[in-house]
């Protein structure tokens, strides 16, 4: 097959990912699954005559690839798609994996995205954080979210991300996207740059380190409304883990403006279902008094709690998620104990 065929039968099969990888037939991932196309036995030499095409459609040097043995880039067929690829060297052959980028956005509901997510999209201030696991579906949730602004409000909405995965069109909002390493040299340097932008809204693809957490909560003091990521599971652990990379001696202070500029956390994760699709399942906090002030005095123990008294405003625990689900019939006994945060309660809840 030659990049043209793998791509096409990659757009034809609804992939999100290319796997071009020496010992085994090109292969597609599929909604979490993998394809492996016909019997066909990726050699090296042919994976070779394949990234050579890539490189050509892309019109990048080998420069990358050479001096640190992986590249990363993004590249588009017209009339095709947009992809972006990550070349490397694996038991001395190369290899590739490269990611569908989707022109347009999802349907939310198609997707399962609730409206007490979605909703955390109309606030026009303050910091809204989607948190869980890599491959849990962060970024086509914050992208569903990133639509709803834009087919709603006249705002400038910048985002920053690694890689571009959605793109959108201007609709109602002017969207400026900017890829990590292609388009500016990292986060930290974008997200200064957004500030001289009249940006209304920020997407930050992940606050990774202190300097970017922290150029991110004075991004979000300034009057903007800032999206960002954390591989975190739980809203407690969410708040915590940006609390702890700040020193001690400013964690009562980093409380305090949390406090002030969280307007919602969202934690999800992908879960199987009883028919062996997978499906989004979502823990929601929003920001009320009673929940600023457990963040201000760091009683992130109660969070959980305020939070299953506070059903009505759109606020839900992942473990109450996955029991829903359960009790509808959408998940098995076996993925809900499996899946849930606090084992213990639920097995006293379902049974072993």
């Given amino acids: 097959m030659n990049l043209n065929e793998i791509l096409t039968a990659a757009i034809q099969k609804g992939a999100s990912d290319i796997f071009i990888i020496a010992g085994i037939p090109v292969t597609y991932k599929i909604k979490g699954t993998q394809d492996r196309h016909g ?25 990358n690839l050479d001096m640190n043995n992986d590249d990363d880039f993004s590249f588009s067929i017209r009339d095709l798609g947009r992809f972006r690829v990550n070349v490397f060297r694996q038991r001395g052959s190369l290899a590739a994996v490269i ?33 869980g696991a890599a491959g849990s579906g962060k970024s086509t949730t914050l ?34 996207q900017r890829e990590i ?3 500016t040299p990292g986060y930290l340097e974008s997200l200064r740059s957004a500030l001289r932008e009249s940006p209304d ?29 954390l591989h975190t599971s739980s809203a407690a ?11 001690a001696n400013q964690q009562v202070q980093v409380r305090g403006q949390l406090a002030q500029l969280i307007k919602g956390v969202v934690c999800q994760q992908l879960v199987t279902s ?34 299953q008294a506070a059903a009505a405003d759109g606020m839900v ?28 309660f639920m097995v006293k809840k379902v049974g072993a």
């Fill in 39 to 63: 019997d066909n036995i990726m050699k090296p030499d042919a994976i070779n005559a394949v990234i050579d095409e890539i490189y050509e459609t892309g019109r990048r040097a080998k420069t």
């Fill in 99 to 131: 990611r569908v980028i989707k022109f347009g956005v999802p349907d939310p509901a198609l997707l399962g995205i609730p409206e007490n997510v979605l909703s955390l999209a109309d606030n026009n201030t303050g910091l809204v954080l989607v948190t």
């Fill in 143 to 176: 992208a569903c979210m990133i639509d709803r602004i834009n087919r709603t409000r006249e705002a400038h909405i910048i985002t920053m991300e690694d890689p571009l995965e959605y793109l959108h069109s201007h609709k109602k909002s002017i969207v400026s």
């Fill in 181 to 183: 390493f292609i388009d």
């Fill in 201 to 229: 809204v920020i997407l930050l693809g992940e606050m990774r380190d202190f300097d970017t957490i922290s150029s991110a909560i004075t991004a979000a003091e300034t009057g903007v409304l800032l999206f960002s990521t």
């Fill in 237 to 247: 652990n969410t708040i915590n883990r940006i609390v702890d990379v700040f020193p």
């Fill in 274 to 307: 009883a028919d062996g699709h997978l499906i989004p399942v979502f823990e929601v906090m929003k920001s009320t008094p009673a929940i600023s002030n457990m963040i201000r005095e760091g009683k992130l123990h109660q969070l959980e709690s305020a939070m």
């Fill in 317 to 344: 625990t992942m473990d109450s998620s996955l029991l829903d689900l359960y009790r509808q019939g959408k998940i098995t006994k076996n993925t809900l104990l499996s899946s849930c945060n606090n084992y213990e």
